[in-house]
């Protein structure tokens, strides 16, 4: 099962896929060509992307990798799915919320979900001045349009990220779709 979590900025990608890794003593990040990942033995699942546990930056995960990174990952993918059929992928980020990689998922049979995380504005605008908006309002208009696109091309699913309870909701619900069974959630300073 691959699970992509997309979303615009600010919505908590990122938070939901560091309390995953938080809660699992196992992960190692590895390289594939130009793709870097985080990886567990022990609960069978690959992250894409880089998620240090003690982070200087504010864009994580997926946006430290290159923006030519979707045939690196169609490689990869293809040969985890060959070497390591029981493992799951989780992907969160602006590199991946794009018609191609979407549609190769489809058109090589994988199982994916995509889930939306939504925040309700006022949220939206805290959030957004807590990491000084730093992007552009050229991006975000192209984000809104690239997630409008899979929402008219593909099934996905939203969910909504305003709160602790929120959050809590939906780690419980990508864990149980990537078969991850672990302990128990840790409260984030972002909620």
Known sequence: MIVLLIGMP???????????LSENPDWQVKKYKK???????????????????????IFLGTDMLTMDISRDAQS?????????????????G?????????????????????????????????RQFARNNMQSEQFIKRCET?????RESFSVETFPNNDWDDSAALVKEVKKRLNIKTTVLRKNEDH
């Open 10 to 20: 600010a919505t908590g990608k990122t938070s939901v896929v560091k309390e995953i």
């Open 35 to 57: 793709l870097r990942f985080t990886i567990s033995k022990l609960i069978k699942t690959v992250v894409f992307g880089v998620y240090p546990a003690y982070p200087t930056k």
């Open 76 to 92: 990869f993918l293809r040969k985890l799915r060959e070497e390591h059929p029981d493992y799951s992928v989780l992907i969160e």
């Open 94 to 126: 602006d590199r991946f919320t794009n018609q191609p990689f979407l549609s190769f998922l489809r058109d090589k049979g994988y199982d994916f979900s995509v889930l939306e995380l939504q925040v309700e504005e006022k949220e939206y605008k805290r």
């Open 146 to 150: 690239k997630i409008k696109n899979l």
